[in-house]
């Protein structure tokens, strides 16, 4: 136990430190013991702590949404011609046919400059060039930056000001610019759509847009005889988005519009033709939103059963050192899940949540006089002969094409839903709501005990825990102590025994025997 360097048994000729071993053996193992139990209370804590976390996700995402009737509620909308527009169905839209047409989609501002180069295939020009190679011979001018409406920003500029100049003050005040030198060519943008991000350029009138290329010609100009569009840039206006929604017109700076619980995206305008948008129940939506809920609970007491019902573990008695060091890593996991699978076999907490949802799941409720169970929406266990022991309880939908058993029956949940949607809304809501208030108290904070919003001891867990700590070391003191005893013990007898054997010695010399 103790890191010491001891020579023993030099007079006696035992074996003093296996003889000490042998002693000592009954108080070291009850520190392997201790160490075990608390390496085992570890592995349940961490197997609990699962569990917990599956089912807060039933507990705080599926069962407390589904207590609601906005949970059902559901809407979609389909479009006659989904290349026209997509459609997103929220809260507050009402089922409704109606008719849209797009007259014009948003556009983002876009300038193209000329080619500084002209007919000449040569690559004169970068960032780094000046306003005086461009040509421009004046005393100065000034460019100003006008975006929806309103004056962003002004450069004072000589024949020393340079592309990169230019570019930097275009940025700075919110474009998107750059300079090919590829095409020897300007390129400005706006960063979003519509007409309040539309952008102009103007300059004093001394020349110094029509130098760097960004000159962009008037309708009348491009009107006169002989024009010539490669001598300016070209411009496409920021413009906003027109639709007409059952004849009503919504004008916006962006292709989406959010319209009475619907949220239009317009992709292509349609002319004088119209789409037709369908707004109805989202069936499918509500059926998900149930097998989702089925799911997680499936997760949930389908682990609580593995566990639970797991043949004992009894028999594998943990690794020594020893054993450990002869074996593989994989051969160490797989025979410490053995142990670990059987901790929480009969558990009485794991019984009662057990207990606790399978009950609820069986309940009945009564609507409008009719009393239903789950079975009534053709959801239920599979058969106890042909059901694995660990999902016993899993609950599964009739008709259900992810499940392989049960895909080829009648979907009556679905069928419900369609035909009476108000028995399967109250339905579940009434089962939501009762499973919810069972579960939110049994995780109810217990001094000493439970956090609140947990559904196992897990303070009680971690105090055992900690505690193993202090009784580990308590007995490896003991342990050490102990075994320092028995060594000062020894010591004294190979002292006793080394004293007598000097004496016997003198006296064998006086006798001449020696």
Request: net charge negative; hydrophobic share 30%.
């Amino acid at each position: 136990m103790a890191d010491k360097i001891r020579m023993s048994g030099l007079v006696s000729g035992l074996d003093t430190d296996a003889v000490v071993e042998a002693l000592t053996s009954s108080r070291k193992q009850k520190v392997t013991n201790a160490k075990n139990d608390q390496k085992k209370l570890g592995w349940k804590q961490d197997i609990l702590k699962g569990i917990n976390d599956k089912i807060k996700t039933l507990f705080q995402s599926n069962v407390s949404a589904m207590r609601f009737s906005n949970a059902y509620s559901k809407m979609k909308t389909t479009v006659s011609n989904s290349s026209v527009a997509s459609v997103v169905t929220g809260d507050g839209a009402v089922k409704a046919t109606q008719k849209l047409r797009v007259e014009s989609l948003a556009k983002t501002a876009y300038l193209t400059g000329k080619d500084l180069n002209g007919d000449s295939n040569e690559k004169t020009y970068t960032a780094a060039s000046t306003l005086e190679s461009l040509g421009f011979s004046g005393e100065g001018d000034t460019l100003r930056l006008n975006i929806g409406g309103k004056e962003k920003a002004t450069l004072a500029v000589t024949k020393d000001t340079t592309i990169s100049d230019v570019l930097t003050t275009l940025k700075n005040a919110g474009l998107n610019a750059s300079f090919d030198a590829d095409s020897q060519r300007f390129f400005i943008s706006s960063k979003n759509t519509g007409a309040s991000n539309d952008f102009t350029l103007t300059d004093d009138g001394n020349g110094a847009l029509a130098a760097l290329g960004l000159a962009v010609a008037t309708d009348e100009l491009k009107a006169t005889e002989g024009f010539d569009q490669t001598q300016y840039a070209t411009k496409v206006d920021g413009s906003n988005a027109v639709i007409y929604l059952n004849d009503a017109k919504f004008t916006g700076d962006t292709n989406t519009f959010k319209v009475n619980g619907l949220t239009i995206t317009a992709l292509e305008e349609t002319g004088d033709k119209e789409v037709t948008l369908s707004t109805d129940t989202d069936t499918s939506g509500i059926y998900d939103m149930v097998k989702n809920m089925l799911s997680q609970y499936n997760k949930v007491i389908n682990d609580i059963d593995k566990y639970y019902g797991a043949d004992s573990a009894r028999k594998f008695s943990m690794l020594t050192d020893e054993e450990r060091e002869a074996m593989d890593d994989k051969e160490v996991e797989e025979y410490e899940n053995k142990i670990k699978s059987g901790l929480l076999r009969g558990d009485s907490n794991l019984s009662s949540l057990r207990n606790l949802l399978t009950s609820t799941m069986q309940q009945g409720f009564e609507i409008d006089g009719k009393t239903y169970y789950l079975s009534s929406f053709g959801i239920g266990t599979g058969s106890y002969f042909d059901t694995e022991d660990n999902e016993k309880h899993a609950l599964h939908i009739d008709g259900d094409k992810d499940d392989p058993k049960f895909r080829d029956k009648t979907d009556k949940l679905s069928e419900m839903i369609a035909s009476d949607p108000r028995a399967v809304e109250e339905f579940f809501k009434k089962l939501s709501k009762d499973l919810y208030n069972k579960l939110d108290g049994v995780s109810k904070s217990r001094n000493g005990y439970r956090s609140y919003g947990n559904f196992y001891d897990d303070k009680k867990m971690k105090a055992d825990y900690d505690g193993y700590k202090t009784t580990i070391k308590d007995l490896e003191k003991k342990a050490n102590e102990y075994e320092d005893k028995i060594y000062r013990q020894y010591a004294a007898m190979e002292k006793t025994l080394s004293a007598m054997q000097s004496k016997s010695n003198a006296l064998a010399g006086l006798l001449g025997t020696s």
